[in-house]
């Protein structure tokens, strides 16, 4: 009997050449998609030459991929959308920069629908950061009016942007890059007029139905045809209060699933609104689905 190639001769085989943090998302999804199509049945010589040209145009995929981040992020590791080879508009990166995401504690309203002051948590400082660099967010503000809990927030801010920490996990670092930890809104909207020379145009998200709300489709177009600034205001608690979104030049739609359960995360309603405001665009995406799927 011949002998067969396998998922763990092609897990071997693809182990040989490691990827860096620039690659590695994407490659994994090339070597999953790579070994779906290898059986484990098949003889050896019906597979070998199909299983190892595609291993290599996969390589060289991965290779044009990193080669264009890093000469994009000057050799750091990627943290904003590749302009180029994935088909995204150069254009569309660079409105990305100027883009900021703030998280409020306040006034922000409890379950009874009194406006109070909510906690810091350590995951909305850690994972928010993550997500706004990731797509390209000039910087995250958290505010609270407390200084006890600012306080807090400057601590755990400050042991992974230096020392140790740092130079442990760098891609932490690197998202706290962009926090920033102030009193109240208006600090946020005097930095931004600040640091790009006006005041930002303001959307605020919300859970519950809205009247005047834009989705997110029509504000990409829009953020698309101006070059901003741009301030998306997130709510804790039990969402912002009524006078945040009566101050706001646009309010989002809320996110809704399939069911009448709707009570996600601040974490995670970010993460699906920006991407669906900031990710590479449709012509992109089918551009990478193409000269992935030509791989194999």
Not at 104 to 121: F, M
Not at 266 to 284: C, E, T
Request: glycine share 10%.
């Amino acid at each position: 009997m011949q002998p067969l190639v396998g998922r763990g001769a092609v897990q071997r085989f693809l182990s040989i050449r490691p990827m860096n943090r620039a690659t590695r998302g994407i490659g994994w999804a090339c070597w999953r998609h790579l070994l779906k199509k290898v059986s484990n049945t098949e003889p050896a010589e019906a597979r070998q030459d199909r299983v190892e040209g595609g291993v290599e145009r996969g390589f060289s995929l991965l290779g044009k991929v990193s080669h264009r981040i890093h000469s994009v992020a000057g050799g750091c590791h990627p943290q904003v959308p590749v302009v180029g080879d994935l088909g995204v508009l150069s254009g569309e990166a660079d409105r990305l920069s100027d883009v900021y995401l703030a998280l409020l504690h306040w006034p922000v309203l409890n379950k009874d629908g009194r406006v109070v002051a909510t906690a810091i948590t350590c995951f909305d400082l850690h994972d928010i950061a993550r997500a706004a660099l990731t797509y390209g967010v000039r910087r995250y503000f958290l505010v609270n009016p407390l200084s006890s809990q600012r306080k807090l927030a400057e601590r755990i801010t400050r042991y992974w942007q230096s020392g140790p920490s740092a130079d442990w996990n760098p891609t932490r670092r690197d998202a706290f890059q962009i926090v920033r930890v102030v009193e109240r809104l208006e600090d946020v909207i005097a930095a931004i007029r600040d640091e790009a020379g006006k005041a930002p145009r303001v959307v605020v998200t919300t859970a519950r139905p809205w009247p005047r709300a834009v989705g997110c489709e029509w504000l990409r177009r829009q953020m698309a045809a101006d070059e901003g600034p741009w301030l998306l205001l997130f709510g804790t608690g039990w969402g912002l209060a009524e006078e945040v979104k009566e101050q706001a030049d646009y309010v989002l739609e809320p996110i809704v699933g399939p069911g009448a359960y709707n009570h996600l995360s601040v974490r995670a309603a970010v993460a699906v609104i920006l991407d669906r405001l900031l990710a590479p665009g449709a012509q992109g995406r089918q551009g990478l689905q193409r000269e992935m799927s030509s791989v194999f």
